[in-house]
């Protein structure tokens, strides 16, 4: 039987050239999705001069579609303007699934929602954690709620963002699935690995690599890095560091990024007289990250909240023990042996600094096997698969009891409606499921889908599917090696 | 049926949960999950949500309770029972993506976590700072009615409010200097006890005499009168605040007071003196800029008189009335009494309403008076107000009274005829003041159970800071 392969396109606001979390992981999915024979192309805005259709590696095409941009990069929400576009770019390549990414971008909310009405099967991914308190969140819940309400399958990146994302939007959480971010391993080893996997005809003789330990007389050297704002804990760490350096004189901070909060860190640094032991780097470019951080012994991360934290990840993986505030998801991401927990108070990370900086100086923490244990613990590869398991199943191609959990057929003759996880596309159950949204926005969000729907018949009317072309696809990739479990 | 049992019970008031929320899928686990005090899968759907099967798991009724718990263990159960689920990401676990973990999904979330019920009659008396609030602003237009129409004259209004202010304003000073005598007793002592722990402080510095402190406290506090001093030359609104001012420079000037006295663990005697003196020297500050407001607002009268001259009546009343709206809206409820700047925009609105209306009377000396008036309504009023809510409940209660009865009295008078609607004013007011509280305070008591504040884990933590103060002012 052939491997059943799909037409996928990720659509997002938040793609290259802008460097970023969202954007990276779009693209290492799409290569390891391209690698398992799917053919993925990436709907993004235009940045500046970047418009139109371009290729990445692994054959990935991206179409930026000029869209004003508002507001860090995400495009004004016109809700219908973006659809005849999308639907010419879904029937010119063929797509069975729309993946949207993060839930800020209103261009991936807009997709989604056309996506539905031109039948398609959507999934969304949800990189964020949200409060339920603030105005701004309370008018993403909402505008999520009516996008989310009619999706396939929502995917979020720790179980935390899960249980966020099951009560922002009032999901069925069998229709959730947590499918973490991961590192590109080979971009993030330690300093003293051997560079290159070692070939072939030896055997197996990737020798462990060469314990170092650390001298009594060596400075333990903390790394930061992050963007300087509030909610990535800076005021933590300005309180932080000059405790931390009178507690343990031999030790220097190397801080990476930039961002409002940096003045603070300055000023601390002068007032303190600290700046042969604080070293301020400015912004790094995502690249050059490993090499700040195989320059530290410890990892410092004192962000007050966090869907999942890859650069913890990252850290770890280049061999860096790690302390870090437990807010979010961290405390499902790496396990007890690589990191130092604290909370988010200015005692107790001083304190658990100081317990990974004597941890270290007693040489307890065997630091140079992260790097092949975080190897097996996250990868692309990984990723991609689950989340193809996650395509499988919005398509059918999964039994539906294998994929959700339970018996369905009991289910539907219960209410003598199909479940949740499998959405008619019937426009009145589409309705139905808007409806319930709320008193006023229920309605309001019905007028959106009916309107979306005569918008689309009226470009079947007027741009014909038959008159546009199909678009010449890449070869597939042949993916042979599927061991299941 | 189980499930709509659970439904009904997703909100209550007060509750944290109740364990109606959790019983139907008593029958799934074997663990008893009655004590739980967190949120079932199923509660993520609230009421209004669309109609669909009632939850993930438990579609199950009782009677057919073994052959469905057979059927739904096949997959997420007993299958794979071999290992418990953990909410880790960094193992691969032999459960599929989209499992949900029924005894700890949405285990660390909390309902309405630090809800203080309201009650009715601590939530009348608080509802007292907004009936003073909106009787001043009812004087204040009283006033300039009674002004405007040519009832009443300017001269009795300004002369009776600067000497209400007066009187404010000395027993307000003799608060101020009780207060500030207690607390530099109070703060001697607790940091006494707390030099115990203060490492930095018990050293050297025990040695040093009274002689070089307190000059430089003095110094401090004439420091702090002279820059008020040269601020306040600006606009009238500077003026207030200089005398609002006035009060944080003086616990300023007691703390810095405290704070140079208490290393010396000797030093007893006389902690008052610079206190005294800095008060002396706050009085006189007081007096001068009192001065310089009045002869400032003497001269710009004739300016005010012909401000708005081109613009209709019609725009001004609106005018006016939006910006003591937003004065009343916007005003400091909760202040405390060392406030440094109370509210700026809403008594910035209340100014320029002022200006506003004073710019619609026709001759200077009532420009004069009406805006005269409005400082002290809108800029001195509130500070004394507060105090006086902070030194006794009596005094906070006798002032709304007797505010309810003039502005009731004021309003009688002025859109009546004779005395009787004066006093027709007092009891209609009362009882609409009354009436009101009671309501307002039933309907937020009522509106209580609509609240449904959820916390959890995805929240932005509160950093807790403590030695940035070390840093900042060493």
């Known amino acids: 039987m052939p491997r059943l392969t799909y037409n996928i396109a990720m659509v997002s606001d938040f793609f290259f050239p802008q460097p970023g979390g969202v954007e990276s992981h779009i693209y290492q999915l799409a290569t390891k999705l391209v690698d398992r024979g799917h053919k993925v192309v990436v709907i993004t805005h235009a940045y500046a001069d970047r418009k139109g259709i371009r290729y990445l590696t692994n054959g990935i095409k991206v179409y930026h579609v000029p869209f004003a941009i508002i507001y860090r990069s995400a495009t004004f929400p016109t809700v219908f303007s973006f659809f005849p576009v999308f639907r010419n770019i879904m029937i010119r390549e063929q797509i069975d699934i729309v993946h949207g990414h993060a839930s800020l971008s209103s261009l991936c909310h807009e997709a989604l929602l056309h996506g539905r009405t031109m039948g398609l099967r959507t999934v969304f991914t949800d990189h964020s954690l949200f409060g339920f308190a603030d105005a701004a969140s309370i008018l993403t819940n909402k505008l999520l709620k009516f996008i989310l309400s009619d999706v396939d399958h929502v995917i979020c990146v720790s179980h935390t963002s899960k249980e966020n994302t099951v009560l922002r939007a009032a999901l069925d959480p069998v229709m959730v699935s947590v499918i973490p971010n991961a590192v590109v391993s080979e971009n993030f080893r330690p300093r003293k690995y051997p560079p290159e996997p070692p070939a072939p005809n030896n055997g197996f003789g990737n020798a462990t690599p060469a314990v170092h330990h650390l001298g009594p007389n060596d400075p333990v050297v903390i790394v930061v890095i992050s963007r300087l704002f509030y909610n990535k804990g800076t005021d933590l760490l300005t309180a932080s560091i000059p405790r931390i350096l009178e507690n343990h004189p031999n030790t220097r901070f190397i ?57 913890l990840v990252e850290a770890a993986s280049c061999g860096l023990y790690v302390v870090c ?72 191609d999964i039994p539906e009891a294998d994929f959700y959990g339970y018996d369905v057929g009991n289910t539907a003759a219960w209410n003598g409606e199909s479940h949740s996880g499998v959405r008619s596309f019937a426009l009145i159950d589409r309705l139905k499921r808007y409806y319930g949204c709320g008193v006023w926005a229920g309605k309001l969000f019905c007028l959106c889908a009916v309107i979306d729907y005569l918008l689309f018949v009226f470009c079947e009317w007027v741009f014909p599917r038959d008159h546009i072309d199909i678009a010449a696809d890449w070869p597939r990739k042949i993916y042979h090696s599927d061991d299941d479990d | 049926m189980a499930g709509t049992g659970m439904r009904q019970s997703v909100v209550g008031p007060y509750s944290t949960l109740t364990p109606a929320a959790v019983l139907p899928l008593d029958h799934l686990t074997t663990s008893p999950r009655s004590s739980r005090s967190h949120l079932a899968p199923e509660d993520a759907f609230n009421a209004a949500s669309p109609p669909r099967r009632s939850g993930g798991f438990d579609h199950s009724s009782n009677n057919n309770n073994n052959n469905m718990k057979s059927k739904f263990g096949s997959r997420s159960r007993s299958r794979r029972r071999k290992r418990n689920w953990k909410k880790i990401l ?57 002004i405007f129409t040519e009832r009443v004259s300017p001269v009795a209004v300004v002369g009776w409010g600067s000497f209400a202010t007066f009187v404010g304003w000395a027993v307000w000073d003799w608060w101020v200097g009780q207060e500030g005598e207690d607390e530099v007793l109070q703060r001697q002592n607790s940091h006494r006890s707390r030099g115990a722990w203060q490492p930095r402080q018990d050293g050297g510095s025990a040695n040093s005499t009274t002689a070089p402190t307190t000059p430089s406290a003095a110094s401090s506090v004439t420091n702090l009168g002279s820059t008020e001093r040269t601020t306040s030359q600006g606009n009238l609104i500077a003026m207030r605040s200089q005398h609002g001012g006035s009060v944080t420079s003086l616990h300023s000037n007691v703390s810095h007071t405290s704070r140079l006295l208490d290393p010396q663990d000797g030093l007893r005697h006389r902690p008052s003196s610079p206190l005294r003196r800095g008060r002396a020297t706050l009085r006189l500050s007081t007096i001068k800029s009192a001065s310089l407001i009045y002869f400032t607002i003497l001269g710009l009268s004739p300016i005010l008189k012909s401000l708005t001259r081109s613009t209709s009546p019609d725009s001004i009343w609106a005018m006016s009335f939006l910006l003591l709206a937003i004065n009343i809206f916007f005003f400091d409820y909760s202040g405390g009494v060392g406030v440094k700047f109370p509210a700026s925009l809403s008594t910035n609105a209340a100014l320029m309403a002022s200006t506003v209306l004073a710019s619609r009377l026709p001759s200077t000396g009532q420009v004069f008076s009406l805006t005269l008036f409005s400082i002290e309504v809108f800029g001195l009023f509130p500070v004394f107000r507060r105090y006086a809510r902070h030194r006794s409940w009596r005094y906070h209660v006798t002032l709304t009274v007797l505010l309810t009865v003039g502005a009731g009295g004021g309003m009688g008078l002025i859109l009546g005829e004779g005395e009787m609607d004066g006093l027709l004013g007092v009891l209609v007011r009362a009882f609409i003041v009354i009436v009101a509280m009671g309501a307002s305070s039933w309907w937020l008591i009522g509106l209580q159970k609509y609240k449904n504040a959820m916390n959890g884990p995805w929240d932005q933590a509160r950093p807790i800071i403590i030695s940035r103060r070390q840093w900042e002012y060493d």
Request: aromatic share 8%; charged share 20%; hydrophobic share 40%.
């Open chain 1, 255 to 311: 801080i990476a990024g930039s961002g409002p909060k940096s003045i603070d860190l300055e000023q601390m640094i002068e007032q303190n007289v600290l700046q042969d032991k604080v070293e301020m780097l400015g912004s790094v470019r995502h690249e050059q990250v490993r090499d700040v951080m195989i320059r530290g012994h410890i990892y410092l991360h004192p962000s007050l909240t966090e869907a999942f934290g890859t650069v």
């Open chain 2, 90 to 146: 960094w193992v691969k676990q032999s459960y599929p993506d989209n499992y949900t973990d029924q005894t700890t999904f949405l285990d660390s979330l909390q309902r309405n976590p630090r809800l203080q019920p309201y009650e009715f009659w601590p939530l009348v008396a608080d509802t007292t700072v907004i009936v003073q609030q909106v009787c001043s602003v009812t004087i204040f237009v009283v006033c300039f009615v009674g």
């Open chain 1, 325 to 396: 505030t437990a807010v979010g998801g961290i405390p499902e991401v790496l396990p007890g042996h690589m990191t130092v927990f604290a909370k988010p108070e200015e005692d107790d990370l001083v304190v658990a600094t100081g317990k990974a900086i004597s941890a270290l100086r007693a040489n307890k923490v065997r630091t140079e096997k992260f790097h092949d244990q975080v190897k097996a613990m996250y990868s692309w590869d990984n990723i991609a698969k689950r989340t193809e398991r996650v395509y499988k199943g919005i398509m059918g």
